[in-house]
């Protein structure tokens, strides 16, 4: 076994394991540093890697407002769906015109959201993990 495939299997039992809200707040943790990488990416101006970058978290946040049951028109129901489709086309056009700032407008709804979710898991007194610190391309997909 590889040291990717090591660490995919270890972030995956983290994942199954963890609580809903914890495991909410590590999906958006995903999805912040592949914004960051992206922005890195962009930086060095290797656009096909910044482009598999917003790939990932596209489907992140995809995979959020496809948990939103689509019975549900509750105003929480509602909010969520319009942060998820704004953060969606915010990296989409990040994605497009290999933009920095619209990349960062998604990832401060991101950032955002983590917070709510891990002030959530401390009023529950679910245990979290520290923020993660940035970790060194390609450790972790």
Do not use: C
Not at 113 to 136: Q, S
Request: hydrophobic fraction near 40%; charge should be positive.
């Amino acid at each position: 076994m590889n040291l990717h495939q090591a660490s995919r299997e270890y972030l995956a039992a983290e994942v199954e394991g963890s609580d809903p809200v914890h495991r909410l707040v590590l999906l958006h943790e995903g999805a912040a540093r592949f914004i960051r990488e992206a922005v890195d990416h962009i930086g060095r101006r290797d656009f096909a890697r910044a482009h598999d970058a917003f790939g990932k978290a596209k489907n992140i946040v995809m995979h959020f407002l496809g948990s939103i049951p689509e019975g549900d028109d509750s105003e929480l129901a509602a909010n969520l769906r319009g942060l998820f489709k704004y953060t969606y086309h915010k990296l989409v056009e990040g994605n497009l015109r290999k933009d920095p700032q619209s990349a960062q407008e998604a990832l401060t709804v991101i950032r955002n959201l983590r917070d709510g979710w891990a002030a959530l898991a401390r009023e529950r007194k679910t245990p979290l993990p520290p923020p993660a610190a940035p970790r060194p391309p390609g450790l972790l997909v």
